[in-house]
């Protein structure tokens, strides 16, 4: 017989779907037992087969509701862009259906971007490309980690849990020094935390960066928000 879930099970799972598979190969990477690109490659093998089974575009990008739980979970992102806009690039674009709801949503709030986009996965680029034929030749694979990319851009969205959590803080600054334009910024999130916490945030802090603003938005679960953050480089 299954034991029920327990509360931290339900809050872990309403944080990530897929936190126990994440956490083993977190643990394996740490244990020594895989390294950057073994752990790459873990990630990669758990969301790539899903995202591409899925009949949705949200669901080829990793969310499981529909379009106006989406539009909930990501729109919060408009208001942590800067008022003058500019080329955005999106780092896990997945199918590219960040990119496209992204810019419709800033356009309606008065702000133009251009949408970038770049995954790990071959698939999920390819995707992106087929999905968003205007925008093929701006869409790349690649690991960001390292990433060298052809030009730089005046915001990078990205996620932290894209490389191993032993080397975020070396992932941090080569985005802000190889891939962030001088004066632009780069957007942490969306992420679910604890409404009380701040631990990602804090986590960047520690870095040495300076954090300019967050927002956030409810999250189904009670104890959870929907949250990012950006810092902001000197021109």
């Known amino acids: 017989m299954n034991a029920e879930p327990s509360a931290a099970d339900d809050l872990a799972s309403s944080k990530e779907r897929s936190w126990r598979e994440a956490a083993a190969i977190d643990a394996a990477y740490k244990a020594g037992e895989l390294d950057q690109e073994g752990w790459h490659e873990a990630v990669r093998a758990l969301i790539e087969p899903a995202y591409l ?20 979970a990501r729109r919060l992102l408009t208001r942590a862009l800067p008022a003058s ?20 949503w800033a356009a309606e709030d008065g702000i133009h971007i251009q949408p ?13 490309r087929e999905r968003c034929p205007q925008w093929a030749s701006r869409i790349w694979h690649a690991n960001a980690m390292g990433w060298q990319p052809p030009r730089t851009f005046a915001i990078v969205r990205t996620g932290l849990d894209y490389v191993p959590p032993q080397l975020r803080g070396a992932y ?13 910024r780069l957007i942490v999130g969306v992420f679910n935390e604890e409404r009380d916490q701040h631990l990602l945030e804090r986590e960047v802090t520690m870095m040495g960066h ?26």
């Not at 995954?119 to 995707?127: G, P, Q």
């Not at 941090?172 to 632009?184: D, I, K, N, W």
């Not at 603003?213 to 953050?229: E, I, Q, S, W």
Request: proline share 7%; charged share 15%.
């Open 172 to 184: 941090v600054e080569h985005l802000l020094t190889q891939v962030v334009a001088p004066g632009g």
């Open 210 to 235: 300076h954090v300019g603003g967050r927002v956030t938005a409810p999250h189904r679960h009670p104890a959870l928000l929907y949250k990012a953050f950006w810092l902001d480089i000197s021109p």
């Open 53 to 72: 089974a899925a009949d949705n575009p949200r669901a080829q990008s990793g969310h499981s509701g529909d379009p106006a739980r989406w539009e909930h």
């Open 85 to 104: 806009g500019g080329d955005l690039l999106d780092v896990g674009c997945a199918n590219g259906h960040l990119m496209e709801t992204l810019t419709a």
């Open 116 to 128: 970038y986009g770049v995954d790990i996965s071959l698939a999920l680029a390819a995707l992106a």
